[in-house]
């Protein structure tokens, strides 16, 4: 408690500081000697420096030594940690898309795994049903406005937003350190427990439908077909409120 304490007066602080002027920095930074870490690999077919990244750094401030400048002299090749083109900077962006899931998956494929996932998906809320009764959900619809915005939010900012966050990179990690399943379990039991303030008796089905949005990323490669279900799962719900 108390470092949570500490914590927040520590932040509390930097939000009600005022930024000093840039005037009164400049001595600050003048007097500042900065020496980044600066590593030397060499072997038979070369060598490497490998400089430690320098970010937001104040204006004016030369971050250059003796030993920088001359491993620098002494390279052939630059390697940035930033993109320097607009090619570069292209494929790092589908890269990142990539590590989320946004890939491109075979049509074929992801028809017949939704198919079955949403077979499988009905016939786990019809026995839910029989044995538990009807699950209620908070109808939270109406409270985003006219039927237009609630589309745009529920049917595809929704499914879009929780598919990156809860396929692409809750599952997409676990699946570096766990087997498919487990990984599964884990991000349908965390995208179910996130739901519960709308209703506890609706969270068994969404860990459920979670869990086999997992499924549907690990089949096809890609968290777009999971969007397209998710999508029109909150489709049919939207319709049912």
Known sequence: MKLRALLTLFFSLLLVSPALPQAQLKPWIAALRPSPSLWHIKGEQGEVYLLGSV??????????????????????????????????????????????????????????WIGALIVAYLVFNAVYVAVFGEPHQEDIAEGFGAVPVQVILIVVLAPISEEICFRGMLYGGLRTRLPVVPAALVGGLVFGALHALTGISAVPPLVVFGFLLCLLYEKTGSIVPGIVLHMLNNSVALLGQ
Do not use: M
């Open 55 to 112: 970010h937001v750094l104040p204006p004016n401030l030369d971050w250059h030594t003796s030993d920088i400048n001359r491993a620098i002299s002494r390279s052939d090749v630059l390697v940035f940690e930033v993109p320097q083109d607009q090619t570069a900077i292209a494929e790092l962006d589908a890269l990142i898309l990539a590590r989320l899931g946004v890939r491109r998956f075979r049509v074929g494929n992801a028809l017949k």
